[in-house]
């Protein structure tokens, strides 16, 4: 009887914090869109209803029936990119920025149907050959390039239309990382557990009471379903067909990497098959179908997770599953996401920056896990070169080509994996040489 009441406590206790990694993990992004798209607060909060419910229904149709891993499902950096493009160039093509997110829904259910297809027809498997260590370990640390800036940024209290460094924000945001990373690293037992969750929350309490927090003012419904088709009727276009394709490939790329990443956290080295990968594409394709009906931001499977299982120690399946009910749950209850949403964003953001430091571990680990000769020094120099200049190019500058090459040359994290992907394939070692 003993047993069993641990063994609850400490379901319960991982149960929270993955739910508490997953509301971090979900809060800033629909932020940032719905200020992009000149969204009011109303309209915001709705948004973030639809992701958490989109975000909890994708973690557990994976974790359950398609990769069957722990893998927390959120917006890709490829969707950001588009989102962001998209509405910078709406205006260009005359059209306003509601139209605009009709046509984005459009994109996503198109994006969801090449990835099912490529799953069911096991087209899935015939890239993996392709996702080499230095492909993977290339692809994890330039999104923690991407990533990590706008996490510092949150954390210094630049985003929301601040241009200058928040003191106390990033005092306490600092704090907050200092406390997870301090603790899932030197604690021991428990506290090392639970790290993640414990400087949250402590960053949480300290923030409302130096700042007395971030109140939501808006009247909502106690229970609401989530809005079906909430920017309108999506709007098809052909021009709209390659978009979806490429995006669909370059998901495919970012399900690999994710369960690379999380496989290697939970048994130590990648583990993974065809049937999984096939698996994984066809619920991605249910996922983002789903998205674009819901109006939300497209998820793909998140390679955070894997720094956050090397620093809680959390491999379990279950209370990951769990905890994406929950979040699905509170879903329906609109004063709760409110409450929510009032997480402070430098708080937020801090925590997702602590995981980070492991996914920059696991990034060196599979770029090194063979000697590096002068070949693979060059491919990854070169990769990385461009991938991260291009991060730094403002996305005005793609404005006068094709919308699908915008899409595609705007976004750092592409260009250099595929950079990687197209030398190594083409500058082949010569083995009889090598011998």
Same mark, same amino acid.
């Not at 009247?219 to 609401?224: A, E, F, G, L």
């Given at each position: 009887?003993?047993?069993?009441?641990?063994?609850? +406590?400490?379901?319960?206790?991982?149960?929270?914090?993955?739910?508490?990694?997953?509301?971090?993990?979900?809060?800033?992004?629909?932020?940032?869109?719905?200020?992009?798209?000149?969204?009011?607060?109303?309209?915001?909060?709705?948004?973030?209803?639809?992701?958490?419910?989109?975000?909890?229904?994708?973690?557990?149709?994976?974790?359950?029936?398609?990769?069957?891993?722990?893998?927390?499902?959120?917006?890709?950096?490829?969707?950001?990119?588009?989102?962001?493009?998209?509405?910078? +160039?709406?205006?260009?093509?005359?059209?306003?920025?509601?139209?605009?997110?009709?046509?984005?829904?459009?994109?996503?259910?198109?994006?969801?149907?090449?990835?099912?297809?490529?799953?069911?027809?096991?087209?899935?498997?015939?890239?993996?050959?392709?996702?080499?260590?230095?492909?993977?370990?290339?692809?994890?640390?330039?999104?923690?390039?991407?990533?990590?800036?706008?996490?510092?940024?949150?954390?210094?209290?630049?985003?929301?239309?601040?241009?200058?460094?928040?003191?106390?924000?990033?005092?306490?945001?600092?704090?907050?990382?200092?406390?997870?990373?301090?603790?899932?690293?030197?604690?021991?037992?428990?506290?090392?557990?639970?790290?993640?969750?414990?400087?949250?929350?402590?960053?949480?309490?300290?923030?409302?009471?130096?700042?007395?927090?971030?109140?939501?003012?808006?009247?909502?419904?106690?229970?609401?379903?989530?809005?079906?088709?909430?920017?309108?009727?999506?709007?098809?276009?052909?021009?709209?067909?390659?978009?979806?394709?490429? +995006?669909?490939?370059?998901?495919?790329?970012?399900?690999?990497?994710?369960?690379?990443?999380?496989?290697?956290?939970?048994?130590?080295?990648?583990?993974?098959?065809?049937?999984?990968?096939?698996?994984?594409?066809?619920?991605?394709?249910?996922?983002?179908?789903?998205?674009?009906?819901?109006?939300?931001?497209?998820?793909?499977?998140?390679?955070?997770?894997?720094?956050?299982?090397?620093?809680?120690?959390?491999?379990?399946?279950?209370?990951?599953?769990?905890?994406?009910?929950?979040?699905?749950?509170?879903?329906?209850?609109?004063?709760?996401?409110?409450?929510?949403?009032?997480?402070?964003?430098?708080?937020?953001?801090?925590?997702?920056?602590?995981?980070?430091?492991?996914?920059?571990?696991?990034?060196?680990?599979?770029?090194?896990?063979?000697?590096?000769?002068?070949?693979?020094? +060059?491919?990854?120099?070169?990769?990385?070169?461009?991938?991260?200049?291009?991060?730094?190019?403002?996305?005005?500058?793609?404005?006068?080509?094709?919308?699908?090459?915008?899409?595609?040359?705007?976004?750092?994290?592409?260009?250099?994996?595929?950079?990687?992907?197209?030398?190594?394939?083409?500058?082949?070692?010569?083995?009889?040489?090598?011998?």
């Amino acid at each position: 009887m003993e047993g069993q009441q641990v063994k609850w +406590t400490t379901t319960t206790m991982e149960t929270a914090q993955w739910f508490v990694f997953m509301l971090a993990s979900s809060v800033a992004l629909p932020i940032v869109i719905g200020a992009i798209f000149d969204m009011s607060l109303i309209e915001i909060s709705g948004l973030m209803q639809r992701s958490f419910f989109i975000i909890g229904i994708a973690s557990v149709l994976q974790g359950l029936f398609g990769h069957r891993l722990p893998i927390m499902e959120g917006p890709a950096g490829i969707w950001i990119s588009i989102f962001s493009v998209m509405a910078l +160039t709406s205006s260009q093509r005359g059209e306003t920025l509601k139209e605009t997110l009709q046509v984005l829904e459009a994109i996503m259910i198109l994006t969801g149907i090449f990835l099912f297809i490529f799953g069911v027809f096991k087209l899935a498997q015939k890239i993996l050959p392709v996702f080499t260590p230095l492909v993977t370990g290339t692809f994890f640390f330039l999104l923690t390039v991407q990533l990590s800036g706008i996490f510092l940024k949150g954390m210094l209290g630049l985003q929301q239309g601040s241009e200058s460094i928040q003191l106390i924000d990033s005092l306490l945001a600092f704090m907050t990382f200092i406390i997870v990373l301090g603790l899932s690293i030197f604690a021991k037992g428990w506290l090392r557990n639970y790290g993640v969750l414990i400087g949250i929350m402590v960053g949480w309490i300290s923030f409302v009471l130096v700042k007395d927090g971030a109140k939501s003012d808006a009247t909502v419904p106690i229970v609401s379903f989530p809005e079906w088709f909430a920017f309108g009727m999506p709007q098809f276009d052909i021009s709209i067909i390659p978009i979806a394709f490429v +995006t669909s490939i370059v998901l495919l790329s970012n399900l690999v990497a994710s369960v690379v990443a999380v496989s290697q956290s939970i048994y130590d080295k990648p583990r993974y098959n065809q049937q999984q990968i096939n698996r994984g594409s066809i619920f991605s394709g249910i996922n983002h179908g789903l998205t674009g009906m819901f109006s939300a931001l497209a998820n793909v499977p998140l390679a955070t997770p894997a720094g956050f299982i090397k620093l809680t120690g959390q491999k379990r399946k279950m209370p990951f599953i769990y905890a994406s009910l929950v979040l699905i749950g509170i879903a329906f209850f609109p004063p709760i996401v409110s409450f929510i949403s009032t997480i402070p964003a430098p708080i937020a953001n801090a925590t997702l920056m602590a995981t980070f430091v492991q996914l920059v571990g696991l990034a060196i680990n599979n770029v090194t896990i063979e000697p590096l000769d002068s070949r693979k020094v +060059t491919i990854v120099g070169v990769s990385y070169l461009f991938g991260i200049s291009t991060m730094f190019l403002p996305v005005e500058v793609f404005s006068e080509l094709p919308a699908v090459v915008q899409n595609l040359a705007s976004n750092g994290l592409l260009i250099g994996t595929a950079l990687v992907i197209t030398l190594e394939q083409l500058w082949k070692v010569d083995e009889s040489s090598s011998r």
